[in-house]
């Protein structure tokens, strides 16, 4: 079955300093991967998209990923943190199941960012 | 600007009412989706539609309604028969299902919460 798995539930880093959220997946399939934010009682907000191109894949507001299909991971990087990356991050795979393509999320990662 | 919109923001339900939430998108998207979010669990698709008059369950449906007699509309009916409703409901779109490449648009949200 495919899965994402989120390894850490709470990261806190100093402003100022790097981002490091990780993502596994586990997938069938050559997948579509993505990373999306949310801020407290809001939508999601897509960061990034991995669709097979480059494994290295650059998102808005100085974030970027890389695609390890040998590590079956997709991990978030920023290298300097900002006071407003403080919200909630979810890795999420897109994936074919039984002819329909699904979503599938991760459980999130909550950023805390020190001043 | 095209988006999602959901309405209201914050809801409350009543022992034993059925309650709608709106979605309505202006983005000419043919795929919908509803989920459910509570803390520290992501996202979990609660029904899903590819296009106008025809919708499937996700993975929690018990409970909840849906229907989709126009594109760009897609209200979730909460019903009484739900025990636990109180969560974080979000709906998400992707123009069609032809690709796994598509990131999914959300809109802001509805909060549910019992009196």
């Known amino acids: 079955a495919q899965s994402v798995t989120q390894l850490d539930s709470h990261v806190s880093v100093s402003e100022g300093t790097p981002v490091l959220l990780r993502c596994n997946y586990s997938?069938?399939?050559?997948?579509?991967l993505f990373w999306y934010v949310q801020h407290p009682n809001k939508g999601l907000q897509l960061l990034l998209k991995y669709t097979s191109a480059a494994t290295l894949v650059k998102g808005i507001n100085g974030f970027e990923a890389e695609f390890k299909k040998s590590e079956t991971s997709f991990h978030l990087t920023k290298p300097s943190a900002h006071m407003s990356d403080a919200a909630e991050y979810f890795c999420v795979v897109s994936d074919l199941t039984s002819g329909t393509y699904k979503y599938i999320f991760g459980t999130g990662t909550r950023l805390k960012v020190l001043a | 600007d095209g988006g999602i919109t959901q309405s209201p923001k914050y809801l409350f339900r009543k022992e034993g009412q059925n309650v709608t939430l709106s979605c309505e998108q202006n983005?000419?998207?043919?795929?919908m989706y509803w989920y459910r979010q509570d803390p520290g669990q992501g996202l979990r698709l609660i029904y899903y539609?590819?296009?106008?008059?025809?919708?499937q369950k996700g993975d929690i449906a018990e409970g909840y309604s849906v229907s989709r007699e126009k594109k760009e509309s897609f209200p979730l009916t909460v019903t009484s028969a739900q025990k636990n409703p109180t969560a974080f409901y979000l709906c998400a779109s992707t123009p069609g299902q032809g690709s796994i490449f598509q990131p999914q648009h959300f809109g802001d949200g509805t909060r549910l919460s019992i009196l």
């Open positions: 983005l000419n998207h043919d795929a």
């Open positions: 539609s590819q296009i106008v008059n025809d919708f």
């Open positions: 997938s069938s399939y050559s997948p579509s």
